[in-house]
């Protein structure tokens, strides 16, 4: 089903019931689309899944929302503002709810004007609504429209016969039909089911027609509705119609009408038939309709539309107000099909197409075949129907593809007029559409840049802040409102010695990538520990754990990570010896992006100071830490050694430790080398 469908489901239990609702409906129905596209196609078994959702968390939408007081009823507890009627909420109840909430929408979209136009009266637009979705293919040419007709017509309703190839939406039917008569005719309807039944395609229905079987499924759903409604008034018309005094004329010969109509054919109650127009003759190659008189009409045509129905008599008495299309089989393709369907066409009268059931018009284009449309009409004096119509040409070259010529096509319609208007017409359209097709693929080519260009950005924003920071950055909150304060971190800082000033361009050159590689190992491990780097200055690494996101291992996660950096070090390959020297202290900061310009997650604080002066007093090779960070140490996985009092500048004397790994014990060894 195209997107539409479910866009006016999402719309209205969004308005009606709140956008939570609709996050829960579309949770426990496991649909993966939270929005959908209006020209998209989707499943077929969504809207069921939808609405067995709907009525597991909503109310019921029989009553008004407003009528519902806090929402709290229904199946699943009522969420939203739906009504709260005696019975639970069903999956039923919410198909039609979606049916009523499908026409609502597209009645704001403006596409409640064909339907006006359709005819006075509620029976007039049933007996269109096949015409409509003929016309709505254009815009939608993968829609698998439902077939209906009334069966019966009284001045209290009439019977309504539905076909469709999709289960299940008996009650989403009943619910646009219910809107319709009350939203554009002002007319209160009762519908009650009569009949419905699945109908499996037979297997010599299958072996005529196996792509359509794959294409519209095995199955086809008919229901029979009872609609009660105040039908007076289209009665009182239609009598007065059967009862206006018209000229009496003599008769006149069939062939008079046959002229008129050169592609129409004559057809009796046996769908056989009785005689065709002379244009008709000469695409089947014959000279005369004896040739073709008493052949089975589905010896000669495919019927296109209306889909999915048998090609018998009773039909035909019922759809004489639908549009039909016939694709004409030309000589040795009639005959082969002839041949090939044998008994089963004289068993079944039923015209199924061999090609896919989304044909459109483009179906013929570029091929022999014609495709006649025009209108069924029965002719009560001589008992037969007549197929008024004309063949389906929109240019000078479909014309030439199916060997006509403007000669065969009718004067009194405008079937002329097209064909030159779209020959006329056709070299400009083509430019327009491939200047279309041209913006539409640059669009794509700039859409496609523009989520590179923006990944790209957020790759080199979060590689510069905090993810959380530079989330509220792009949320427009101002750089002031990233500060905050935090109790407890462990600030690092780490220098890298050994790197002497040089003088020539080569030297520089190989201190650059010793510290490039140095730094870049030093930042694939950050994340490991759970720590952010903050800054590098010069030959110092700094980095925080405990900011921006809190973590109460913060002092254990510097730790392990100037472990692992004194480790790497040890193991690191190049041309220069260095050594590094690391302090770490524990203690408040006030953390947040400062200025507008080159945007930088700074620290503030007096923990920042001593944990520099930590570092710079510290020895190569070792990890220098205050008694701070050695309070929130676990005693059992360091082995910590004090180093006494240590003059430090600023602070004066303070009680400081080195930090390294605690040796592993015989067993644990012994386990590591088995």
Not at 157 to 176: D, I
């Amino acid at each position: 089903m195209y997107g539409m469908l479910l866009e006016s489901v999402q719309y209205f239990i969004q308005l009606e019931y709140g956008e939570e609702a609709w996050r829960e409906v579309v949770r426990l129905a496991r649909c993966k689309w939270y929005v959908f596209n209006t020209h998209h196609i989707y499943p077929d078994g969504l809207m069921p899944e939808l609405a067995a959702a709907a009525a597991e968390l909503l109310a019921d939408p029989v009553d008004p929302p407003e009528d519902s007081g806090d929402g709290a009823c229904g199946k699943g507890g009522g969420i939203g503002g739906g009504g709260c009627g005696s019975d639970p909420p069903t999956a039923d109840s919410f198909m039609r709810y979606f049916g009523k909430c499908f026409v609502r929408f597209f009645s704001n979209l403006g596409y409640d004007a064909p339907i006006r136009a359709t005819g006075r009266y509620f029976c007039e637009f049933l007996k269109n609504v096949d015409n409509l979705h003929l016309q709505m293919r254009f815009a939608y040419p993968k829609m698998k429209s439902p077939s209906m007709y009334m069966s019966h017509v009284d001045r209290n309703g009439c019977v309504l016969v539905y076909r469709s190839t999709r289960r299940g939406f008996t009650q989403y039917f009943m619910g646009q039909l219910d809107q319709i008569a009350n939203e554009v005719y002002a007319t209160k309807l009762k519908i009650r089911v009569l009949q419905e039944e699945l109908n499996t395609t037979t297997v010599s229905a299958q072996l005529m027609a196996s792509a359509v079987a794959k294409a519209a499924g095995p199955q086809n759903v008919l229901v029979k509705y009872r609609l009660d409604f105040d039908n007076s008034a289209f009665m009182d018309q239609y009598a007065a119609v059967q009862t206006f005094d018209r000229l009496q004329l003599p008769s006149i010969p069939v062939g008079v009408l046959l002229r008129l109509f050169p592609f129409g054919v004559i057809i009796d109650r046996g769908i056989r038939i009785m005689d065709a127009g002379e244009k008709l003759l000469s695409v089947w190659g014959v000279s005369t309709a004896d040739e073709v008189r008493g052949h089975g009409v589905i010896e000669h045509f495919v019927l296109r539309r209306p889909r999915d129905i048998p090609f018998t008599w009773t039909n035909l008495m019922y759809l004489t107000s639908v549009t039909f299309e016939l694709e004409v089989l030309r000589g040795t393709h009639a005959i082969s099909t002839t041949e090939k369907n044998g008994s089963s066409t004289k068993g079944e009268k039923k015209s199924v197409s061999p090609l896919p059931a989304t044909l459109d018009r483009r179906g013929s284009y570029g091929s022999r075949s014609i495709l006649l449309k025009g209108q069924m009409r029965h002719i009560k004096e001589i008992d037969v129907v007549v197929f008024l119509c004309s063949p389906v040409v929109n240019n000078l070259d479909e014309l030439q593809a199916m060997s006509l010529y403007m000669n065969d096509l009718n004067l009194h319609g405008l079937s002329r007029e097209l064909v030159l208007a779209g020959w006329q017409h056709c070299s400009r359209l083509e430019m327009m559409f491939e200047r279309a097709e041209q913006w539409s693929q640059d669009l794509e080519d700039n859409y496609e840049q523009l989520d590179k260009w923006k990944r790209k950005g957020d790759y080199l924003l979060y590689s510069m802040l905090p993810k959380s920071v530079a989330d509220q950055l792009q949320n427009g909150q101002a750089t002031m409102n990233t500060c905050k304060a935090f109790n407890l971190v462990s600030v690092m800082f780490c220098e890298v010695q050994g790197l002497r000033q040089q003088v020539t361009i080569q030297g520089v050159m190989n201190v650059v990538k010793c510290m490039n590689t140095v730094f870049s190992c030093f930042d694939s491990l950050t994340d490991r520990f759970h720590v952010y780097k903050v800054e590098t200055v010069n030959q110092v690494y700094m980095a925080v754990s405990g900011a921006p996101e809190y973590t109460r291992e913060h002092a254990r996660n510097v730790t392990n990570l100037s472990l692992e950096f004194a480790e790497n070090i040890r193991n690191l390959q190049s041309d220069i010896q260095i050594q590094i020297k690391i302090g770490i202290h524990s203690g408040p900061v006030v953390a947040g992006v400062v200025g507008m310009k080159v945007p930088r997650y700074c620290l503030f604080g007096d923990t920042v100071n001593t944990a520099s002066r930590m570092q710079t007093t510290s020895q190569p090779g070792k990890i220098h830490i205050s008694v701070t960070t050695k309070r929130l140490l676990p005693q059992n996985m360091y082995t910590l050694t004090s180093r006494g009092p240590v003059t430090v500048k600023g602070k004066g004397k303070m009680e400081t430790f080195w930090v390294d790994k605690k040796p592993k014990s015989p067993q644990t060894e012994k386990r590591h080398s088995v």
